[in-house]
């Protein structure tokens, strides 16, 4: 698995419908489709949230090979997840595979099904919030949504601004692995052959320059706040305001129609 295929926190630009959305509307829509997403309960609830996914990139033109290209880190943790799932979960009548302690049910085989598909559709429809919605807008976007917090003396606008500053160094650290990596290459390290332990310890030339490279830019980043007189949030104002229009409020009827529609598809009791 190469660096570049980490795209998380990576912004797409684009005109589409949905970059055009407003940034509450899209995290409200991934708010929706996730509690949809651990509603559904069979076949029909979850094909129809994959058609949902499949028609939401297709209206952010961003492409299924930047999402499939995001999937791969995840890969082995998928991976993982369905085969813990087959083997441990129990069943009635007779196993379909009987090998040592290992017993595998039609109820493991439907559940890791599923398990997998859900973490898939959830990692994506993340992907996708970032990819069409930029670090700022998020933060702006954040800060309004969690805004009734403040009267509880919770420090939302700091808070967003971490989430979002943490979400758009992603990139950044990612490109400054690659160039720490392909350094230590030219100077004859090994990153790839020997056993895990051997190849955990190749990474400590690795980890000590990129330590340092993330603090010093962490202190770089607070000195040009601190030299643009940043005092958090209170009295700032934006740039843009955001203002919710017609397709927002076509686009969270839509979310909440989907909600319903799951629940409606849980009754239907198939597979």
Not at 61 to 85: D, E, H, S, W
Not at 140 to 162: F, N, Q, S, W
Not at 193 to 220: C, H, T
Request: net charge positive; glycine share 6%.
């Amino acid at each position: 698995m190469a660096l570049k295929d980490i795209t998380l926190g990576q912004y797409f630009p684009g005109d589409t419908l949905l970059h055009r959305l407003d940034p509450r509307t899209k995290i409200l829509l991934a708010v929706f489709y996730i509690v949809a997403l651990f509603m559904a309960r069979n076949a029909l609830g979850y094909a129809l949230l994959a058609l949902s996914l499949i028609v939401a990139i297709l209206i952010s033109r961003v492409g299924f090979q930047a999402v499939f290209r995001g999937m791969k880190p995840v890969f082995f943790i998928v991976v993982f997840t369905a085969v813990l799932n087959l083997v441990y979960t129990p069943g009635a009548g007779e196993p379909l595979v009987a090998f040592w302690i290992v017993r595998i049910y039609w109820e493991g085989v439907r559940t890791a099904f599923f398990m997998v598909l859900r973490i898939m559709l959830l990692i994506t429809c993340t992907f996708l919030l970032t990819y069409t919605t930029s670090p700022i807008l998020l933060t702006d976007a954040l800060e309004t949504l969690l805004g009734p917090l403040k009267r509880l003396r919770i420090p939302v606008h700091e808070l967003a601004m971490m989430m979002s500053i943490a979400l758009r160094f992603i990139p950044t650290l990612i490109e400054e692995t690659d160039k720490i990596m392909s350094a230590q290459k030219a100077r004859g390290a090994d990153f790839e052959s020997g056993n895990l332990l051997q190849r955990a310890k190749a990474l400590i030339p690795l980890l000590v320059p990129l330590f340092i490279s993330a603090f010093r830019r962490a202190d770089e980043l607070a000195v040009a706040m601190e030299c643009r007189c940043y005092h958090g949030g209170e009295g700032r104002t934006r740039m843009r305001q955001l203002r919710y229009v017609g397709r927002d409020y076509a686009a969270l009827v839509l979310g909440l129609g989907l909600c319903i529609a799951v629940w409606a598809l849980n009754r239907l009791g198939v597979f």
